[in-house]
């Protein structure tokens, strides 16, 4: 096939081969012979660019057209409950007034006075115990801390009267309420009388044994009130900072 001095680069598509007849084509031939789509280098360079572009800029709308989280709510949105606060409950279902781990700072023991009949036998523990203290601002109310004890009797001092004994175990504390205020520059003093079986763990005021020079086993009743065992064997204000003088008689 031979094109005449107006040649250029062309892409066409035909079912022959070469003209056997030696005829020269034009451009004007080639372009319009048998009604095949022809077209120039360039312009299919053009044509494939904008297809592809055009497939790409599609993908790229349809994408960012989509919602940023399909799997659930978005990151943003805080659909959480909010956590309610649980209101400490004493042993006789009375709201606990006082919602903190440590024992309120106004509170300054002075000296405790002791007393405990332990029974080797039943392992049966009774006693008496006088909290002395002082406050530093007005208050009709302190707190202390105890363990497995059962108070039997409560008074107080000062021409007070006791008003409420509430008990809150999983902090461990015990919550007394007097009828007045109690003012500072005062000594006060609660008489509890208490009851509870000694322990067999290790703590606070509990059962142990040993072996005499005969052979024969001997019971005795052994103290340990560190960290915060004293709470096991009377009521006080277990706590570093409130430490105090104690008197004990057994």
């Given at each position: 096939m031979y094109l005449n001095d107006d040649r250029d680069d062309v892409a066409f598509?035909?079912?022959?081969?070469?003209?056997?007849?030696?005829?020269?084509?034009s451009k004007r031939d080639l372009y319009e012979r048998g009604h095949v789509a022809v077209c120039s280098h360039r312009q299919a360079t053009c044509i494939t660019v904008f297809v592809f572009s055009s497939i790409f800029l599609t993908s790229l709308a349809i994408a960012f057209a989509r919602p940023w989280n399909d799997c659930?709510?978005?990151?943003?949105?805080?659909?959480s409950i909010p956590d309610v606060p649980k209101i400490p409950k004493a042993t006789n279902g009375e709201d606990f007034p006082w919602d903190d781990v440590r024992l309120p700072i106004f509170i300054r023991p002075v000296s405790y006075d002791l007393e405990l009949v332990p029974d080797l036998t039943t392992l049966a523990v009774k006693g008496i115990i006088k909290l002395i203290f002082r406050?530093?601002?007005e208050t009709d109310f302190i707190l202390f801390h105890m363990v497995g004890i059962n108070i039997t009797s409560k008074t107080i001092n000062e021409k007070?009267?006791?008003?409420?004994?509430?008990?809150?175990?999983?902090?461990?504390?015990?919550?007394?309420?007097?009828?007045k205020p109690m003012k500072p520059g005062k000594t006060f003093s609660v008489r509890l009388k208490f009851e509870y079986s000694l322990s067999q763990s290790l703590e606070?005021?509990?059962?142990?044994?040993?072996?005499?020079?005969?052979?024969?086993?001997?019971?005795?009743?052994?103290?340990?009130?560190?960290?915060?065992?004293?709470?096991?064997?009377?009521?006080?204000?277990?706590?570093?900072?409130?430490?105090?003088e104690f008197t004990v008689t057994i």
């Open positions: 598509l035909t079912g022959s081969g070469s003209s056997e007849s030696g005829r020269v084509y659930g709510v978005p990151d943003f949105i805080d659909e406050v530093t601002e007070l009267r006791v008003k409420r004994l509430l008990y809150y175990p999983e902090r461990e504390q015990v919550y007394l309420e007097t009828d606070g005021f509990y059962l142990s044994s040993y072996t005499d020079s005969k052979g024969k086993e001997r019971r005795l009743a052994t103290t340990h009130f560190e960290p915060t065992y004293a709470r096991r064997a009377f009521p006080c204000f277990d706590e570093p900072q409130l430490k105090a």
